[in-house]
């Protein structure tokens, strides 16, 4: 391997040469003239500009798009992800990291860009020794996403599509992206309706949710396709611990486990800090601190006892110094990762207490 590119071929390639990359396009687009995108379906015409709950219409919305070095190990590699993160949500996490670009769409407007300029942006990234194409908060841009994809085909691109998501996505569109996306990467946030209405502001994110997951589980089942220690096909589901276990995290294991399989790939994050109106409104005072180190280790025993057999695990110190980004600097809003030395890394430690865990992000 010298450029990036391996024998690996991405389920696009066939899709766009058949021909029904461009027809699952078009019946993408036709969602947004009376969108249904989201599960949220506030029937507005995008097309026309029309916004509604998540601000954005007819174009793109990039805030910023850069190699990345924090996501899970075989996505990172040695030359980053390559992160391309759209402009607004549909959701309004009270904790949202990425709140400056998720929840600023006056600001965020700006950062408008045609679908031949995004499909540019993943070329560059690309071009230099990205890994994969890593859409970060792409639900309500699937359409702009996968138009892009179409043009940046027929350009080279050959990475694998890495679709980054907070899983409040719907069926039809999941359906739609089967074959489109290479690797799926969805949080799991909450086991009840009521911590998602509380907290991210959605109804019935349970039902949501879990629908998502059983599609996305349907398209890739449980085998992660590696290259050369990189990955390639698969899902990998996230599941950050929140204070007070605020998100039900043995709920959603035990989901998981029975319902999907313990053999899915779970990536479990100690990343929370308070952040956004988290840590200031005292509305969410149970959100106001980081995670004890006594909660990540239970978080961490409940992979156990649920028999989960693979995935990754952050290291509890360290994990929320580096996971704080700041998209003022849009070329390089995450301090790189290779900067931490020593017992200060988050990255890259097994973790010799659970050796059924492949590994610690
Ligand atoms: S994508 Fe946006 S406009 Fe469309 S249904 Fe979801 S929140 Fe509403």
Known sequence: MTDGLTQFESSYLPLWQSGVLKARVEALEGLLERCTVCPLDCGNNRMNDELARCYSGRLPIVSSYTPHFGEEPPLTGTRGAGNIFFGNCNLRCVYCQNYQISQAHKEQIKNQITHDRLAEMMLELQARGCHNINFVSPTHFAPQMARAILIAAKQGLRLPIVYNTNSYDSVEVLKLLDGIVDVYLPDLKYAEDEAGFLYSKVRSYQDISRAALREIFRQT??????????????????????????????????????????????????QYYPTNVAGTNPRYTLLSRRISESEWLRAVSLLDEFGMESGWMQEFDGAALYYRPNFDDSATPFRDVRDFNGEDSPTCTVDRSLPRLVGVL
Not at 222 to 240: A, T
Request: hydrophobic letters at 45%; charged letters at 25%; zero cysteines.
């Open 221 to 270: 089942g449980h085998e992660l396709l590696y290259e050369e220690g990189l990955l390639k096909r698969g899902l990998v589901i996230r599941l950050l611990v929140l204070p007070n276990d605020l998100g039900g995290l043995r709920e959603s294991l035990q989901w998981i486990s029975r319902e999907l399989s313990p053999r899915v790939t779970v990536s479990l994050m100690a």
